[in-house]
């Protein structure tokens, strides 16, 4: 495809149960990006990786979160134990790559629904 | 910390007039900033970027100005359509020292009266 892909594009699950989210970012795209955006709100940065560089951790709320990339393609983004609080659009992005000034560009996001 | 925020929230103009969405922002080393667009159930969609060393750039029926000295951006929009409803984002980008945290702020709600 086009564009950045996330699955699922909606999900519900149980307090206290793991989630898992995916994210397809642009082909050749080196740079990828999580945020949250929980209603009405602004976009809150979770983690970012670049290349084979060590991923840019710092928004990550808690250690219950967690992301990887795989062969520099692919992410899913992680998160043990849900809680209510947790309940948003996750939403991914990618770019050409940094050290150019390059847009980001988004998927259509998971939204997260945690009961 | 460092912010990017909008002075209101929501704006509401009629087809036809310009509309204008307005942001400051607080890191005055960013050196890129960039405008999206977000409608309802969808991811923020770009609509036009601007570098430090610019003060406007142009592009269809949108403008975005920068003004560095107040730290202050811009969006301009010509002849505001209905499909221009949504909510608009600026975020500002360092671009520097290897870190890339888009800050992005709450958004303002343009909404569009036929």
């Known amino acids: 495809g086009a564009g950045v892909s996330q699955s699922p594009s909606n999900k519900v699950t149980e307090k206290g149960k793991d989630v898992e989210l995916r994210c397809d970012p642009i082909?050749?795209?080196?740079?990828l990006y999580w945020y949250r955006q929980s209603l009405g709100q602004g976009l809150e940065f979770l983690i970012y990786?670049?290349?084979?560089?060590?991923?840019?951790k710092s928004g990550l709320p808690s250690d219950r979160f967690s992301a990887e990339r795989t062969g520099g393609s692919v992410s899913t983004l992680t998160i043990q134990r849900t809680q209510q609080e947790d309940s948003a659009v996750y939403l991914c992005?990618?770019?050409?790559?940094?050290?150019?000034?390059?847009?980001?560009?988004f998927g259509n996001g998971t939204r997260l629904t945690v009961t | 910390g460092e912010s990017v925020g909008l002075h209101l929230p929501t704006l509401s103009v009629q087809e036809g007039d310009n509309s204008i969405i307005n942001c400051a922002y607080s890191?005055?080393?960013?050196?890129?900033f960039i405008w999206y667009k977000q409608e309802s159930g969808k991811g923020p969609q770009f609509i036009i970027d601007?570098?430090?060393?610019?003060d406007k750039r142009q592009g269809q029926r949108v403008t975005v100005l920068l003004n560095k000295t107040v730290k202050h951006l811009s969006l301009q929009i010509a002849a505001t359509q209905p499909g221009d409803s949504a909510v608009y984002f600026c975020?500002?980008?360092?671009?520097?020292?290897?870190?890339?945290?888009?800050?992005f702020g709450t958004g303002t709600r343009l909404k569009v009266l036929a």
């Open positions: 992005a990618s770019s050409v790559g940094t050290g150019s000034f390059s847009p980001l560009h």
């Open positions: 990786f670049q290349g084979n560089s060590a991923p840019d």
């Open positions: 601007i570098r430090s060393n610019m």
């Open positions: 975020a500002e980008n360092t671009g520097t020292s290897g870190t890339y945290k888009y800050i």
């Open positions: 890191n005055s080393a960013s050196d890129y």
């Open positions: 082909s050749g795209h080196t740079a």
